[in-house]
């Protein structure tokens, strides 16, 4: 028999919903495209086999198409006819992508007993009927159908798909003299070679390769741009500080050792085990086993390709832990992102920029696919939303996992080798790590599509399920994940202190063609590096062979400090690790702050502000996530005590998740985040104090330990060059290092994220808000005692513990009324972790039935939400609120959004116990649980204030971000 | 008392096996977990169980259609081995994926000894993967996995939940033969439009069964409801902890048929 190419089309049958056409065309319809009248769906299938006519028919039957609902036909299909016009699209994967559905057709095909498969790959084919200018067609084509990234569109009936193939790659050496250039000629080829680093960094190479004698050849100056790039090495955040604060100055040597590290440090907490130091920090759990924890933002990727960007990001992220000590078992994901207002009209949208419900849908696809797909819970997270994110979407990813207390740490040596585990290595992601450091214009998405990466959970899930058993067994001796920067990075790591061999044709490809340097530098996914000492290969490789993971020995390590980089024998590359890992100039910055003087917001006194708290409840901030969380499987694992929706309903907006990780143990492991982009413009040290007092307060809202609570760090900044915007991180940096120690909360693991900049086409800038993602992890002695915030049960008191100031600033009644100016909350750093830990040990004793934190909407907001939450009304009196000496009018009651304040619901058997618990601490009474389904706020001259049907509540909470 | 031995399937892309290990381990199984390529291999290995578990996931990725790569498998290479468990009163317990895997291979409802697709499982209504709790009410007293007339509480999560009948004779025999396992109703047993029906499906069913009883297929997730805590609202509950979980009934159920049968 003779190979052909079979073309195979899949459709709906008539009388069937067409889900995916459907999905299309009103998709098409939000991009503001009206004439469409329907969308008709193929999935396509190429297959080059020998089989005959009659082996088709059966791969048509049996294999690609559900005989239920599905037909199938060989060959191409014809547009309908009659009298709409009809426009054919086929969107197929641009050479060399990953095609992982083709890989399971193939599988598929030999378990149908195929001989011959030479190729399988598969596209979607879209008959679009209706009108259409050739303008809305290549809109619809960029904006809905395809990614330029990563795929093609073909366009008619006959117009025949890209070729598949590749050509193979002949080895020819680049060497790029450096020696004899000026410095303009260094600013020229780190521009030209996307190296993205800057001309003292240039001049520190020129002066290496000056000193060994020699020119250097591509692939070491790719590896000095990985090592070195912002990514990588936060050059920034290490470097030293003239910092100059209202006036007043102050230095540091090292920003980040000074102010995030100082604090654990000096902390020192004996339940730490590995901090800062691995892929993800390590904390006690209990006797046997640790927990790790580690958030990424994936912003750059997910603003070109928000569906593979976000999904990248997470699959990612569930590396960290998995490459941390000997590796960790992910148990939990959490996400967080900041994306453009949803209802941005489109020509508000900057050019080369995705509209944000485009990036919203992507985004929570990508994550919910990939997390889904790996078994993984994902329960946590939130939602921001600005139009300063318009252009740079933020996309923080953390994964949580669980580690046996003897496997925390990796001890790689000489002679072991080095073996790639996992996925195969292609061209997708060159220069991630360097593309990602810079920022942003309107022309990105033309010339970093190769930055995109692109991910296959199952080739993830798979290496999973066989490393914890290597591991298990014992048989390998250090594991780091290939992230950015890929091979690179990740040899380069294992074997700083030792030296390492590396023959780059051994690398399994995903297709012929790379060069030794894209090998190299390919930050392709799902592939993991381990050393594995030479004794135990065999043994390692048939776990994985069992399970149809591949791993392969690219080389070794060895005791000459040197990375020694070889192709087919011949050496491409040679560094000193020293030189790679240390000889990076250190930079000294200069750093500003002047607190800007903005005038108090002012709020006219009302009778009511029933429509204020229904305007906040339903600005997308506050609005129900839900449309999000359901998408996410929360449960898989079946570790789930706190999910991320609770209440009468299983639609209260919980404080923050709990599992229980060990089927044997009550214990639990609680994960939440606190982050208030708003405060930042006014104060970025209250900013971020007021980040690690919302993480904390969600925690103890569940009933997590006090004194066992670690943070993770994750800023994102615009240019730091620029001193104003450097001054704001460094007043959040200095924040996290006080707010660490007054919480006795240290921080295990951060990540920046700098240049989170665009340059529009007119050359404006739009530039994100200070962004300090803070996430927390707490420990739960008995998941039995956990509490969630929905109200119990009627005749309950509502206590509030904690006082309300006139904290208008950055509040979302501010927001509301267009006020910019004003006091942003404030942390009291002696008062904050009292309160906490009383809390936390009036919970631990059964004394709270239900406990809600007061956040964004202040204490209006959250009242609402613990009253539709449970089914049940609350009467409240303001007398009962303390405040401060100038929180005098109902609005800054009701409405301020002042920290370390938490509103607890208790028995009236408890009522005593309780007030006992919180002696000496700013509490009071503030009302009462009732069965009549209304929310009504009395102020202090005991006028309703509130008064607001709880349906009406829920309603306008729950409505605005239902996307359909 | 006779050990009754279970088998967990993986699979690439299956990912609820431990939890399904536990569960069936909390009603008193003992329970393997074994991939796909040992059975290939061996499939002879399936006759030391009594208890063959498809459990959930995401099998190849879900490629061309959910479980139809791992159906495929299990056509090509265990159709013998699956028969033989059958014939010997063992049970095969397949639970979202899992369900998904039973219905393409034609095993459910397998009308007429199996081997054709009359029913399908394919996207929610919804357009999207969705997790949430729902009400099961039995459709059906010849199933050994179900106690007849109680009514249980259990999660789902899945994207391609919706069950689709080829034509109207073999809904109309579903419907007449007692394959319904389960119908999603709401708290007091009604049947409704979404969410009460999350998905879809036709005449409400959540779960079949063949002409045996003694193969079960569901989208809900027993395995996730097999402690208290587990509960979407158990904070407000009044709890018994000495009363089972509604998703044992499920693993309970079998372990005690196989007792009582072998």
Same mark, same amino acid.
């Given at each position: ?7 195979? $089309? &899949?459709?709906? !049958?008539? #009388?069937?919903? /067409?889900?995916?056409?459907?999905? =299309? *065309?009103?998709?098409? @319809?939000?991009? %503001? ?56 699209? $086929? &969107?197929?994967? !641009?050479? #060399?992508?990953? /095609?992982?559905?083709?890989?399971? =057709? *193939?599988?598929?095909? @030999?378990?149908? %007993? ?65 020696? /004899? ?9 780190? @521009? ?773 | ?262």
């Amino acid at each position: 028999m003779t190979v052909k190419l079979w073309r195979f $089309e &899949v459709s709906s !049958k008539p #009388g069937f919903r /067409d889900v995916h056409g459907q999905a =299309v *065309l009103a998709d098409i @319809r939000e991009c %503001g495209v009206s004439s469409i009248q329907e969308v008709i769906f193929a999935k396509v299938y190429l297959i080059e086999a020998d089989f005959d006519e009659v082996f088709a028919q059966r791969v048509g039957q049996e294999l690609l198409c559900d005989p239920v609902c599905q037909d199938f036909l060989i060959g191409r299909s014809t547009v309908p006819a009659g009298p709409m016009p009809a426009c054919v699209l $086929e &969107v197929h994967l !641009k050479s #060399g992508v990953t /095609d992982p559905v083709a890989e399971s =057709v *193939l599988l598929a095909l @030999r378990d149908m %007993g195929a001989q011959t498969v030479e190729h399988v790959r598969t596209a979607r084919k879209y008959i679009l009927l209706g009108a259409l200018t050739e303008k809305d067609r290549d809109r619809i084509i960029r904006r809905v159908l395809a990614n330029d990234c990563i795929e093609e569109v073909v366009i008619g009936s006959d117009a025949e798909p890209p070729s598949p193939h590749t050509r193979p790659y002949e080895l020819r050496l680049i060497e790029l003299p450096i020696r /004899d250039l000026d410095e303009e000629g260094l600013v020229r080829l780190s @521009r030209e070679r996307d190296l993205f680093l800057n001309l003292r960094e240039m001049q520190t190479i020129q002066d290496y390769y000056r000193r060994i004698g020699r020119e250097p050849t591509d692939i070491e100056l790719e590896t000095l741009a990985q090592t070195w790039s912002e990514h990588c090495v936060h050059k920034t955040l290490k470097s030293s500080v003239e910092f100059d604060c209202d006036g007043q100055v102050f230095h540091f040597s090292n920003l980040l050792k000074e102010t995030v590290f100082k604090a654990t440090q000096e902390l020192s907490k004996p339940w730490c085990i590995s901090v800062f130091s691995d892929n993800a920090g390590v904390i006690e759990f209990d006797e046997d086993t640790a927990v790790c924890f580690k958030v990424e933002t994936h912003n750059h990727p997910s603003a070109l390709d928000p569906y593979g960007g976000a999904a990248t990001g997470i699959g990612g992220v569930i590396r960290d832990p998995m490459g941390t000590g000997l590796g960790a078992k992910p148990i939990a994901n959490t996400d967080v992102f900041c994306f453009g207002l949803p209802n941005t009209p489109h020509d508000q949208v900057p050019k080369g920029v995705l509209h944000p419900r485009r990036i919203m849908k992507g985004v929570v696809a990508g994550v919910r696919d990939y997390g889904n797909r790996m078994g993984i819970p994902t329960v946590n997270g939130a939602v921001y939303f600005d139009n300063r994110y318009i252009a740079n979407p933020l996309v923080f990813c953390g994964n949580v996992g669980l580690i046996p207390r003897d496997k925390c740490f990796k001890h790689p040596q000489t002679g072991h080798l080095i073996v790639v585990v996992g996925g195969r290595t292609g061209r997708d992601g060159i220069h991630g790590a360097t593309f990602s450091s810079g920022e942003m214009t309107h022309q990105h998405e033309e010339i970093f599509s190769h930055a995109v990466q692109i991910g296959n959970a199952i080739t993830e899930k798979k290496m999973l399920d066989t490393l914890l058993q290597a591991r298990d067994a014992g048989l390998y001796e250090a594991i780091t994940d290939c992230g950015a920067g890929g091979l690179s990075s990740a040899v380069g790591e294992m074997g700083a202190e030792l030296g390492a061999e590396v023959d780059l044709e051994k690398v399994p490809l995903k297709y012929q063609g790379l060069s030794y340097t894209e090998i190299w530098i390919s930050e392709a996914q799902e592939r993991m590096v381990i050393a594995v000492k030479p004794e135990n290969l065999e043994a390692i490789l048939k776990i994985f062979a069992a399970e149809d993971v591949e791993a392969t020995v690219i080389g070794r390590f060895t005791d000459d400090k040197k990375l020694t980089l070889r192709y087919n024998g011949v050496q491409v590359g040679q560094l000193e690790m020293d030189f790679l890992h240390e000889g990076i100039c250190k930079y000294s910055r200069k750093a500003v702050w002047r607190t800007p003087c903005l005038p108090e917001p002012q709020f006219p006194s009302k009778d009511s502000y029933t429509e204020d708290l229904l305007a906040i409840l339903s600005s997308y901030n506050v609005a129900s996530k839900e449309w999000i969380i359901r998408q996410y499987d929360h449960e898989v694992q079946g570790g789930s005590v706190i999910k991320p929706l609770m209440g009468a309903a299983n639609d209260g907006p919980s404080d923050a998740a709990v599992i229980r990780p060990k089927y044997h143990s009550n214990r639990g492991i609680a994960i939440a985040c606190g982050m208030n982009p708003c405060y930042g413009d006014l104060d970025p040290y209250q900013m971020a104090l007021s980040g690690i007092d919302e993480a904390v307060r969600n925690l103890i809202c569940v009933g997590a330990r006090f004194d066992r609570i670690a943070l993770l760090d994750n800023f994102c900044w615009g240019d730091c060059s620029r001193p104003q915007t450097f001054g704001s991180l460094v007043r959040a940096a200095q924040a996290c290092y006080d707010g660490a120690k007054a919480f006795g909360a240290p921080f295990i693991s951060g990540k920046d994220s700098l240049n989170n900049e665009f340059v529009c086409e007119d050359g404006t800038r739009i530039i994100i808000p200070p962004t300090l993602l803070i996430s927390a992890v707490g420990i739960v002695e008995d998941i039995r005692k956990c509490v969630t915030m929905d109200l119990k049960e009627p005749g309950n008191f509502l206590f509030i513990v904690g006082l309300t100031r006139k904290e208008m600033g950055g509040s979302h009644l501010s927001r509301l009324h267009g006020q910019t100016g004003g006091t942003v909350p404030k942390v009291d750093l002696n008062l904050a972790p009292q309160i906490a830990q009383r809390l936390s040990e009036a919970i631990a004793d059964g004394l709270v039935r239900s406990c809600h934190d007061c956040s964004e909407g202040g204490l209006a907001a959250a009242l609402a939400e613990m009253a539709f939450a449970g089914g049940l009304g609350i009467q409240a009196d303001l007398r009962g609120l303390p405040i401060s000496q100038d929180c005098r009018t109902a609005a800054e009651q009701l409405f301020s959004e002042s920290n370390s304040r938490y509103l607890v619901e208790v028995t009236p058997a408890c009522y005593h116990a309780f007030a006992k618990r919180m002696l000496n601490l700013p509490f009071g009474q503030i009302g009462e649980v009732v069965e009549q389904p209304r929310l009504q706020i009395r102020d202090a001259h005991q006028r309703l204030v509130i008064d607001a049907d709880l349906d009406a509540l829920k309603a306008a909470w729950k409505n605005p971000l239902s996307l359909g | 008392m006779t050990t009754v031995h279970a088998v967990v399937l993986r699979a690439a892309g299956i990912n609820c096996d431990l939890e399904t290990q536990h569960a069936l381990e909390l009603a008193g199984a003992a329970v393997q977990r074994i991939h796909i390529n040992r059975l290939k291999e061996n499939p002879a290995l399936l006759d030391g169980f009594q208890i063959l578990v498809l459990p959930g996931g995401f099998s190849y990725g879900d490629d061309v259609a959910a479980g139809k790569i791992l159906a495929n498998q299990i056509l090509h290479h265990l159709r013998d081995a699956m028969r033989t468990f059958l014939e010997k009163g063992k049970l095969i317990l397949g639970i979202c994926n899992g369900f998904q895997v039973l219905i393409k291979t034609g095993l459910l409802p397998g009308f007429n000894g199996g081997g054709q697709t009359s029913f399908t499982l394919t996207d929610n209504d919804s357009g999207r993967f969705e997790d949430r709790w729902v009400y099961l009410q039995p459709g059906t007293d010849r199933c050994v996995f179900l106690d007849p007339g109680r009514r249980i509480y259990l999660p789902i999560a899945h994207g391609e939940g919706k069950l689709v009948a080829k034509d109207a004779a073999a809904l109309e025999q579903v419907r007449q033969g007692g394959y319904a396992a389960f119908r999603y109703v709401d708290a007091a047993g009604n049947p409704g439009p979404f969410p009460v029906n999350p998905n879809g499906s036709v005449d409400d069913i959540a779960a079949l069964t063949d002409s045996t009883g003694r193969i079960l297929g569901l989208m809900p997730h027993p395995e996730r409801f097999v402690r208290w805590t587990q509960h979407p609202h158990w904070t407000r509950l009044k709890i018994n902890e000495q009363e089972p979980a509604d998703g044992m009934m499920i693993f309970t159920n079998a372990v005690r048929y196989i007792r009582e049968h072998f």
